[in-house]
T-cell receptor, first 113, second 116 residues
């Protein structure tokens, strides 16, 4: 089974802190994605990556950056956390560009105070 | 622009009955895919079913079926014989092609509650 893990289930940070959210997948998938989920808005794509050291902006990249130094790991970085970044963050991976299915991690619920 | 609309914020169903969750989409791509995901209270997104835009038959996976009406741009999820464990958030999503890449675009979700 594909497994996507995220470093924390719950995280509480203060405004202005630098925050790292880590995601690891164990099935040698090429593609990885970061979403945020907010009530009434569904999931919105922040950034995605189709290869190591490659990244593309999603629909809401402002305030975020990403890093993919190794194929299995995709990190989401909040350079200076703000209260409007309080949300559920979901990481996903898929085999390649032609794959239909994305496999999701358990999510990280981030609260910025 | 590509868009997914789920108009039902919440739905209730009696155990063992069938329920339909609505999803409409908007796209100008000739080729696209439609997905349904389930998100229980644990938070993890679980893939349920997929329908390709050129598939002739409606997709089915166990108790899940997708009522695909291309002309109406709708892709409703039908859950037969509801179980208590079906209580969850359900998201409809579309694979769209934008900026040179395939992306998933999600609806706002429908919260389903199954009553005994």
């Amino acid at each position: 089974d594909v497994k996507v893990t995220q470093s924390s289930r719950y995280l509480v940070k203060r405004t202005g802190e630098k925050v790292f959210l880590e995601c690891v997948q164990d099935m040698d998938h090429e593609n990885m994605f970061w979403y945020r989920q907010d009530p009434g808005l569904g999931l919105r794509l922040i950034y995605f990556s189709y290869d190591v050291k490659m990244k593309e902006k999603g629909d809401i990249p402002e305030g975020y950056s990403v890093s993919r130094e190794k194929k299995e790991r995709f990190s989401l970085i909040l350079e200076s956390a703000s209260t409007n970044q309080t949300s559920m963050y979901l990481c996903a991976s898929s085999r390649d560009r032609e794959s239909n299915e994305q496999f999701f991690g358990p999510g990280t619920r981030l609260t910025v105070l | 622009a590509q868009k997914i609309t789920q108009t039902q914020p919440g739905m209730f169903v009696q155990e063992k009955e069938a329920v339909t969750l609505d999803c409409t989409y908007d796209t100008s791509d000739p080729s696209y895919g439609l997905f349904w995901y389930k998100q229980p209270s644990s938070g993890e997104m679980i893939f349920l079913i997929y329908q390709g835009s050129y598939d002739q038959q409606n997709a089915t996976e166990g108790r899940y079926s997708l009522n695909f009406q291309k002309a109406r741009k709708s892709a409703n999820l039908v859950i037969s014989a509801s179980q208590l464990g079906d209580s969850a958030m359900y998201f409809c999503a579309m694979r769209g092609f934008s900026g040179g890449y395939n992306k998933l675009i999600f609806g706002a979700g429908t919260r389903l509650a199954v009553h005994p």
